[in-house]
């Protein structure tokens, strides 16, 4: 690559690199950028070349590795020289980007940080937030969300720069249960942090989670390194990523922030909530993010629960099927500081061995977790037990399997929950029919529209009225399971939600 200014490298990242990103690379290692950087005090990787002479996604530091000591929030580094077979194919510290967007370099003291390159606007706004916030020197006071060091702006794109942790961090698995509870409450405080600043990650799941540990890249599962820091007591977890986060106002209420169904359909398979399966016209974001992290530690630990049940209620409150029954971040830690790090004490499992078998089983909201516990601790517990999956919602996630459908039962329920709504169910065709005139299909659509409407009230209506003993009975008002104290939570909005149903 010849020499190129900085316009017309945001020209390249507009255009072609946006359709290849995983070309970035060649441009991250041309001449113009290594110097950029430098300039600013970060050495970048190299970037390791094929035998075509094409720049690959794999790089190593460019200086040798001559720190002694590791100060937080950088991270502890290699451990696996023993696992390697070639030193000259698998350098020390060398790291695989599948995406492209993330440089990796060692600052003027030779720490390494890895750079993010941010397009959106509303990425770099909760990224500066962070940044603001300050950055912890050590894990006691540490928020748990990966520290941002500095912002570059580059024309109309920016650099952020954060301390390079390692990916994968339940690799190798941990191996006491106490060492496993410690992943799920950092994960938590950073998640109660994220909202408590009104920020609403929006992806969270087990690859946007991160320790402060790194090494090879193809050797984490039997780095030695790894288990021996994690039974030291000196590895710490963070989230990161925030390519879908979304940033209220401070003096917001969570109850009050919603997003449109449409911001629900990013994400990763397999850890994208139900919020809007059933074509609810917007959603809450920190719910959302609640039920998000339930199934990511779901997927980490569920397996679990035989030795650890208190972990059930947990997950179960964690990815309730109802956002307005689930815990709330804050809940969630208080929930684990207050009830299940003491019952793991209590009972003693804290040094027991964990299993490390996640097994193959799914591992989704609708799943029983209480099967084979004993029966009286899930009666003790059955008010944080999700029920089992109604007749509607099995009917309108089936309605809604497609596009075009969602939009139209979001389009509805939208419309239900407007004043005078039978008003709208009766003159809808009526209203609507000038606007088609001479369009067959297009009255047909509405008449189906109209009916559909009217069933929407009436289904709803008595879905609506045989709910609400049940609401009114079922009252996780206390982290106690015999509720004697009332002190903990009320589910007045769920009331609130259940009556604006009604015609």
């Known amino acids: 690559m010849g020499e190129v200014t900085e316009h017309q490298i945001q020209i390249q990242l507009d255009t072609e690199y946006a359709e290849e990103p995983w070309r970035l690379p060649t441009l991250w290692n041309s001449e113009y950028m290594r110097n950029w950087f430098r300039e600013r005090g970060y050495h970048l990787y190299t970037w390791r070349y094929d035998e075509y002479g094409e720049c690959t996604l794999i790089c190593y530091p460019s200086l040798p590795d001559e720190l002694k000591e590791t100060v937080f929030p950088y991270a502890y580094r290699g451990g696996d020289d023993r696992l390697v077979w070639d030193l000259d194919e698998q350098p020390a510290l060398f790291v695989v980007d599948s995406k492209g967007n993330m440089l990796y370099a060692q600052n003027l003291q030779g720490h390494h940080v890895a750079i993010k390159l941010v397009k959106t606007r509303h990425e770099y706004e909760v990224l500066q937030y962070l940044q603001k916030q300050c950055i912890d020197n050590s894990q006691e006071h540490f ?99 925030f390519d879908f986060s979304v940033m209220f106002p401070q003096t917001s209420a969570l109850e009050e922030c919603r997003l449109p169904y449409q911001e629900s359909w990013h994400g990763t398979p397999g850890f994208t909530p139900s919020d809007t399966a059933q074509g609810e016209f917007d959603f809450s974001p920190f ?14 630990f569920q397996h679990l629960i035989p030795d650890v049940p208190i972990l059930a209620p947990l997950l179960d409150k964690m990815v309730m099927r109802d956002p307005a029954q689930r815990f709330t971040a804050s809940e969630a830690l208080r929930f684990f500081e207050e009830v299940v790090y003491p019952w793991a004490a209590e009972y003693k499992v804290l040094q027991c061995r964990a299993c ?27 008010a944080f037990r999700q029920p089992p999956l109604p007749w509607f919602t099995k009917f309108m996630r089936i309605v809604c399997d497609s596009d075009w459908r969602t939009h139209n ?51 709803e209506t008595f879905m609506t009225m045989t709910r609400i003993p049940d609401l009114l009975s079922h009252h996780p008002d206390s982290f106690s399971p015999n509720r004697e104290n009332i002190d903990f939570k009320t589910q007045s909005g769920s009331y609130i939600a259940v009556y604006a149903l009604l015609p």
């Open 143 to 241: 928020s748990h969300v990966i520290p941002i060091l500095e912002i570059l702006p580059f024309g109309h794109y920016w650099f952020a720069v954060m301390p390079r942790w390692g990916d994968l961090p339940n690799h190798p698995a941990p191996q006491t249960i106490g060492e496993a509870l410690e992943f799920i409450r950092c994960m938590l405080k950073g998640l109660n942090f994220l909202h408590q600043h009104r920020i609403a990650h929006g992806d969270i799941t087990p690859t946007n989670t991160l320790v402060n540990h790194f090494g090879r890249a193809h050797f984490i599962d039997q780095n030695p390194y790894r288990s021996k820091l994690r039974s030291e007591g000196l590895l710490t977890y963070a989230l990161f990523d």
């Open 287 to 300: 719910a959302w993010d609640v039920c998000g992290m339930g199934m990511t530690l779901c997927y980490e």
């Open 356 to 382: 490390t078998d996640k097994g193959q089983g799914s591992r989704g909201p609708d799943v029983d977790r209480w099967q084979g516990l004993d029966p009286a601790f899930v009666n003790e517990w059955a």
């Open 409 to 459: 039962v979001a389009w509805i329920r939208k419309r239900l929950h407007e004043p005078i709504k039978l008003n709208f169910v009766l003159n809808v065709y009526r209203r609507e029919q000038c606007l088609v005139r001479g369009k067959n299909y297009g009255r047909i659509r509405l008449i189906l529209l109209s009916m559909l409407c009217s069933a929407f009230v009436l289904v």
